[in-house]
């Protein structure tokens, strides 16, 4: 079956510094890929999507990039903040599957 | 406006107690899921619905009932609550598209068995 696999956490950086959280994903046929955020206290909540192979999502400076040839969308960012502090969590899904396959998460901490 | 709101935000009962959480989605979405996240923030799918349909059931004992009275609506309730169902419990809804199917949760209701 479907499934994702991302970096064990906890990933604690300085604040300015460069964050790569890993995620590779084992799939039939081409899913969609996403990362979500749950930030203390609340729900997760979409950061950014990819719908095809070589497709790049972006938002609020964070980026990950559909890579078919080895599997994986891993989420960057050139200079975290202290309100970058949550949870990551990587998913994909098929269109009309009506499920999502989550990864495990990964916590950041950023110290500032 | 809430997209997917839940209550009640906090829940704490006894051991053997039945509870129920509500979940209302305002996104005019088809689908609608439950699910379950430790204290590890491990999400677990519990049940998914379509149309008011239960389509997906992931080996969830029986204690636990899913009702859909209506699309924008998916209540839990929970039967005779052991310790290990304290956990936090999220609702979300979403509407299966060619561009992927993005899921939106709602806050989430943080369980303590007793």
């Known amino acids: 079956g479907d499934s994702v696999t991302q970096m064990e956490g906890p990933v604690t950086l300085s604040e300015e510094a460069f964050l790569t959280i890993n995620c590779t994903y084992t799939?039939?046929?081409?899913?969609?890929l996403f990362w979500y955020v749950q930030y203390p206290g609340e729900g997760l909540q979409l950061l950014l999507k990819?719908?095809?192979?070589?497709d790049k999502g972006s938002n609020k400076g964070f980026e990950a990039t559909y890579r078919k040839e080895t599997t994986s969308f891993h989420l960057e960012k050139g200079s975290v903040q202290v309100s970058d502090s949550a949870v990551y969590f990587c998913?994909?899904?098929?269109?009309?599957?009506?499920?999502?396959?989550f990864g495990a998460g990964t916590r950041l901490f950023v110290k500032a | 406006d809430t997209a997917v709101s839940q209550t009640p935000k906090y829940l704490v009962t006894q051991m053997g107690n039945d509870k129920s959480i509500k979940c209302e989605q305002n996104?005019?979405?088809?689908?609608m899921y439950w699910y379950k996240q430790d204290s590890k923030k491990f999400l677990k799918i519990m049940f998914s619905?379509?149309?008011?349909?239960?389509?997906i059931n992931e080996t969830v004992p029986n204690r636990f009932s899913p009702k859909s009275p209506d699309k924008a609506h998916l209540n839990l309730h929970i039967n005779s609550l052991e310790l290990g169902d304290s956990a936090v419990y999220f609702c979300?809804?979403?509407?299966?598209?060619?561009?992927?199917?993005?899921?939106?949760f709602g806050p989430g209701t943080r369980l303590t068995v007793l």
């Open positions: 979300a809804s979403s509407q299966d598209t060619q561009r992927g199917n993005e899921q939106f």
């Open positions: 799939a039939t046929g081409y899913p969609s």
């Open positions: 619905y379509n149309n008011k349909e239960l389509i």
């Open positions: 996104l005019g979405h088809d689908t």
């Open positions: 990819a719908t095809k192979a070589d």
């Open positions: 998913a994909l899904s098929h269109t009309g599957g009506f499920k999502t396959i």
